[in-house]
Structures are given as structure tokens and as C-alpha cells.
T-cell receptor, first 113, second 115 residues
Framework: SQKIEQNSEALNIQEGKTATLTCNYT??????LQWYRQDPGRGPVFLLL?????KEKRKERLKVTFDTTLKQSLFHITASQPADSATYLC????????????FGSGTQLTVLP | KAGVTQTPRYLIKTRGQQVTLSCSPI?????VSWYQQTPGQGLQFLFE???????NKGNFPGRFSGRQFSNSRSEMNVSTLELGDSALYLC??????????????FGPGTRLTVL
């Protein structure tokens, strides 16, 4: 069955550095993958979507890559700030469905001042 | 546009009781999904409704049910509450957007505590 793994339950980095979060998937090939941000006690907020035919997507300080050979997506935050501290979730669609998402367990990012 | 709203925000119940949670999607969104989030299990899909019909269902017992009204508002019901049902329940709406993708817009959630 399909499996989504986000490496590192927690990641601490210094302010100004680039944070890199990893999402690996196995046993299927999603047509796209989304990344969400979640703050404590709140619902996730959509950040970026990348399709299988796109290698890279950018939005301000955020960058997402999608490597269908490695079955991996990387999420980068450049020039990180303490306000970027949150849990980041990757969410590809469920195998066989274009619309139903499955969420990874998330990586809790802490940016230290 | 107003975002997804959920009521109530917090709820305390005792074992054996039942509970109904409400969700109002973003205006124009016809798909509403429900998720359960716990520290141990992460974000787990409960079910999705589209045009008043349950279109997808996750792996939860029959005690969890839902419905959607003609105005796309949705309710979720949990009967015979168990301690393990304590969680943040999140509702998300979708416009069934472009290119076959499904970006979810989440509400703030309902924090349910079962004593």
C-alpha cells in the first residue's frame, strides 16, 4: 500500500539559514503533491502545489522540488525567520484518486533567533 | 471571501455521549472533507461529501458519520464517544479546482475532549 514519510519529526535551524524538509512516498506515483503549514491548534494552510511534470516550484522564500525517480519531494525555506516555525505537512493524493489527499505526519520546524 | 468556519471550537463530553460538529465551507465550494488529528496518528481522513453525497470514506468505525446539506454546509456526528475520540476535528472545503487537483482549505477545527 502507499506510504508517505516525512523525514525528521523535528528540525531546528538558525535564523537566516535554509530549512530543507523531505517527503518520501512509496508504492505509487502521485500526479501532484501539496505542502501545507500548520500552527499549533489551527488548521493546515495550503502553501504550494507541484505537479509530476514540474521539477521545481517557487513562491517567495519557498521552493518545492519533485523528483519522480527518487519518489521524493523537498521543501525549502530560504532566509528562514522565527515566524516560519510551524509544522509542515506534505500531501499527495491517495492512490487512485485525483482529489482525495493523504497527509504525511509532518515535520516540526523551529527557527532559532 | 470568508474562510471555512467550524462550530463549536471546543467541546467537552463524557464517554458514551454523542456529539455533532458543524462546518460551513467557503462560499461556492461544494466539497467538504473531515479529518481527525491526534498527536499519535496525525491527520486522518474521515470522509468527504460532495453535492450532499458521501463520495469517499476513510477507515473509521460506523460511529463516525456525516451529512451535507443543499447549501454545502456539513455536519459530523460521533456516537457512543470513547476516550480515544479526543482529538482536533478539522473540516476542509475544496472548489474541485483546476487540473484535477484538490487544494483543501481548512477551518480552525473543533477540539473535542472526551472524559
Amino acid at each position: 500500500s502507499q506510504k508517505i514519510e516525512q523525514n525528521s519529526e523535528a528540525l531546528n535551524i538558525q535564523e537566516g539559514k535554509t530549512a530543507t524538509l523531505t517527503c518520501n512516498y512509496t508504492n505509487y506515483s502521485p500526479a501532484y503533491l501539496q505542502w501545507y503549514r500548520q500552527d499549533p491548534g489551527r488548521g493546515p494552510v495550503f502553501l504550494l502545489l507541484i505537479r509530476e511534470n514540474e521539477k521545481e516550484k517557487r513562491k517567495e522564500r519557498l521552493k518545492v522540488t519533485f523528483d519522480t525517480t527518487l519518489k521524493q519531494s523537498l521543501f525549502h525555506i530560504t532566509a528562514s525567520q522565527p515566524a516560519d516555525s510551524a509544522t509542515y505537512l506534505c500531501a499527495p493524493p491517495v492512490s487512485g484518486s485525483a482529489r482525495q489527499l493523504t497527509f504525511g505526519s509532518g515535520t516540526q520546524l523551529t527557527v532559532l533567533p | 471571501k470568508a474562510g471555512v468556519t467550524q462550530t463549536p471550537r471546543y467541546l467537552i463530553k463524557t464517554r458514551g455521549q454523542q456529539v455533532t460538529l458543524s462546518c460551513s465551507p467557503i462560499s461556492g465550494h461544494r466539497s467538504v472533507s473531515w479529518y481527525q488529528q491526534t498527536p499519535g496518528q496525525g491527520l486522518q481522513f474521515l470522509f468527504e461529501y460532495f453535492s450532499e453525497t458521501q463520495r469517499n470514506k476513510g477507515n473509521f468505525p460506523g460511529r463516525f458519520s456525516g451529512r451535507q446539506f443543499s447549501n454545502s454546509r456539513s455536519e459530523m456526528n460521533v456516537s457512543t464517544l470513547e476516550l480515544g475520540d479526543s482529538a482536533l476535528y478539522l473540516c476542509a472545503s475544496s472548489s474541485q479546482g483546476d487540473g484535477g487537483t484538490d487544494t483543501q482549505y481548512f477551518g480552525p477545527g473543533t477540539r473535542l475532549t472526551v472524559l
